[in-house]
């Protein structure tokens, strides 16, 4: 990339860097958000979680996580070689010593950094199901392992050209046929929309969490005991990161610095504050009350909710879409206690159902080709058959992977859990009390 090509797209390139430090700051904000909602003999251990992913990913996705996910050597539509680029290899400079020309006209460096966040804090929303029982040391295998079998497909699957992705071998091309794309090449007449991570993040993570709850089980008490959040401001605060940070996360993911980013930016500040209000007036109407975990609950929701839809709504629909995230996100973190399953701090709940609906919303909601803008059925049914494949994808793969690590232990002892979990796996409290 020559002197005059970096000058050219440096405005973007500043940009992406910023974006990619808000998407990494998101993960520490998780890390507020989901200790807030432990108790307080198990916080430490649920920012480790967070802490923990960041570690892992970030070294794993330098040797093999970019290769697969966006590598050229496809393999069955399902991953990409991970030894093609492995340790970044041809991904940063070239032989002559200049750096590489990523897809958007500045240095791919700068796209592997942004990338690379998403895989982490992919990993670390899953940790939200597992609070206050699971070994450390389990977990941060499971990190490595799930990114590497789950994520990195799946990424590579919608955003690397393959099965999910409106490539013209991918399922949507299958179904409603192909078109030219203007290069000489086809592409789906009716291409799938993940403009920030709806399956790839959060439909990935929430199923994810479901199958691991199922499998650890729950924690001692379950049903019993109120598990109620030790430090609200926490949780709070942690809801103002991520919020903080998902405008690089949405924003970003229009990997420039022009009107679709601000479109983007628009979109999730005003689902995220539809969100809240649907959340709240759930809770007003069920409860008699609006609460403070309610308020930060709901702003995750929506921002769940609009991270696929975020560059293909507009900010009226943007509205419609995050109130209605905010309602079912309310009413489904409930139906653990009905059905049984431990979804500790609500990953199911909120990350699953939010992102199934924003996935599947844009098929009302798109101002292109959404049913009530004008389109027909096939924007709606390519995202039903998209968001249906990720979630069989993940939940065979993670039933596996959490199958396969039961040897090592997934569960501390019922003595280290009942004393604390903080204790016993970090030997540290959060608090010393007098």
Same mark, same amino acid.
């Not at 796209?111 to 206050?132: H, N, V, W, Y």
């Not at 709504?313 to 489904?332: D, K, M, Q, R, T």
């Given at each position: 990339?020559?002197?005059?090509?970096?000058?050219?797209?440096?405005?973007?390139?500043?940009?992406?860097?910023?974006?990619?430090?808000?998407?990494?700051?998101?993960?520490?904000?998780?890390?507020?958000?989901?200790?807030?909602?432990?108790?307080?003999?198990?916080?430490?251990?649920?920012?480790?979680?967070?802490?923990?992913?960041?570690?892992?990913?970030?070294?794993?996705?330098?040797?093999?996580?970019?290769?697969?996910?966006?590598?050229?050597?496809?393999?069955?539509?399902?991953?990409?070689?991970?030894?093609?680029?492995?340790?970044?290899?041809?991904?940063?400079?070239?032989?002559?010593?200049?750096?590489?020309?990523?897809?958007?006209?500045?240095?791919?460096?700068?796209?592997?950094?942004?990338?690379?966040?998403?895989?982490?804090?992919?990993?670390?929303?899953?940790?939200?199901?597992?609070?206050?029982?699971?070994?450390?040391?389990?977990?941060?295998?499971?990190?490595?392992?799930?990114?590497?079998?789950?994520?990195?497909?799946?990424?590579?699957?919608?955003?690397?050209?393959?099965?999910?992705?409106?490539?013209?071998?991918?399922?949507?091309?299958?179904?409603?046929?192909?078109?030219?794309?203007?290069?000489? +090449? #086809?592409?789906?007449?009716?291409?799938?929309? =993940?403009?920030?991570?709806?399956?790839? *993040? $959060?439909?990935? &993570? @929430?199923?994810?969490?479901?199958?691991?709850?199922?499998?650890?089980?729950?924690?001692?008490?379950?049903?019993?005991?109120?598990?109620?959040?030790?430090?609200?401001?926490?949780?709070?605060?942690?809801?103002?990161?991520?919020?903080?940070?998902?405008?690089?996360?949405?924003?970003?993911?229009?990997?420039?610095?022009?009107?679709?980013?601000?479109?983007?930016?628009?979109?999730?500040?005003?689902?995220?504050?539809?969100?809240?209000?649907?959340?709240?007036?759930?809770?007003?109407?069920?409860?008699?009350?609006?609460?403070?975990?309610?308020?930060?609950?709901?702003?995750?929701?929506?921002?769940?909710?609009?991270?696929?839809?975020?560059?293909?709504?507009?900010?009226?629909?943007?509205?419609?879409?995050?109130?209605?995230?905010?309602?079912?996100?309310?009413?489904?973190? +409930? #139906?653990?206690?009905?059905?049984?399953?431990? =979804?500790?701090?609500?990953?199911?709940? *909120? $990350?699953?159902? &939010? @992102?199934?609906?924003?996935?599947?919303?844009?098929?009302?909601?798109?101002?292109?080709?959404?049913?009530?803008?004008?389109?027909?059925?096939?924007?709606?049914?390519?995202?039903?058959?998209?968001?249906?494949?990720?979630?069989?994808?993940?939940?065979?793969?993670?039933?596996?992977?959490?199958?396969?690590?039961?040897?090592?232990?997934?569960?501390?002892?019922?003595?280290?859990?009942?004393?604390?979990?903080?204790?016993?796996?970090?030997?540290?409290?959060?608090?010393?009390?007098?």
């Amino acid at each position: 990339m020559s002197p005059d090509d970096l000058l050219a797209n440096s405005g973007n390139a500043a940009w992406m860097l910023m974006a990619s430090s808000l998407v990494l700051l998101m993960t520490p904000g998780l890390a507020f958000f989901y200790g807030g909602m432990s108790r307080s003999k198990s916080v430490l251990n649920m920012m480790m979680m967070s802490f923990g992913a960041m570690a892992v990913i970030a070294v794993i996705y330098v040797l093999w996580g970019w290769s697969m996910s966006y590598g050229t050597q496809d393999i069955g539509g399902i991953f990409a070689n991970p030894f093609e680029l492995f340790g970044l290899k041809d991904s940063i400079v070239d032989d002559d010593g200049n750096f590489v020309a990523g897809a958007f006209g500045y240095p791919n460096v700068i796209d592997i950094a942004f990338q690379t966040t998403f895989a982490i804090i992919t990993t670390a929303l899953i940790s939200g199901a597992l609070a206050e029982r699971v070994k450390f040391s389990t977990w941060m295998i499971f990190s490595g392992v799930w990114v590497t079998l789950v994520y990195f497909p799946l990424a590579h699957m919608v955003w690397g050209g393959g099965l999910l992705s409106g490539s013209e071998d991918g399922l949507a091309a299958k179904m409603f046929g192909t078109t030219d794309d203007g290069e000489g +090449g #086809l592409t789906a007449a009716v291409e799938p929309i =993940d403009f920030a991570g709806g399956t790839v *993040v $959060h439909i990935n &993570a @929430g199923m994810a969490a479901f199958v691991l709850a199922l499998v650890v089980g729950k924690r001692l008490g379950f049903g019993k005991t109120a598990f109620r959040p030790h430090n609200l401001p926490f949780v709070m605060l942690g809801a103002a990161l991520l919020w903080f940070g998902w405008f690089g996360f949405n924003a970003g993911s229009a990997f420039a610095a022009d009107g679709s980013a601000g479109l983007a930016w628009v979109n999730t500040t005003t689902a995220t504050a539809a969100a809240i209000l649907g959340w709240l007036l759930t809770e007003r109407i069920r409860d008699g009350h609006a609460t403070s975990l309610g308020a930060a609950s709901g702003a995750v929701a929506g921002l769940v909710a609009i991270t696929p839809a975020a560059g293909a709504l507009n900010p009226v629909g943007s509205i419609f879409l995050g109130v209605i995230a905010g309602i079912l996100s309310a009413l489904a973190v +409930g #139906l653990k206690f009905r059905f049984g399953y431990d =979804d500790s701090l609500d990953v199911v709940g *909120v $990350h699953l159902v &939010a @992102g199934l609906w924003g996935t599947v919303g844009i098929g009302f909601f798109a101002t292109e080709t959404g049913l009530f803008y004008g389109g027909d059925y096939k924007q709606l049914v390519v995202q039903i058959v998209i968001a249906i494949a990720a979630l069989l994808f993940t939940a065979i793969l993670t039933a596996i992977i959490a199958f396969a690590l039961k040897p090592l232990g997934w569960r501390v002892s019922k003595e280290a859990e009942s004393r604390g979990i903080d204790e016993s796996e970090h030997a540290e409290t959060a608090y010393d009390l007098a």
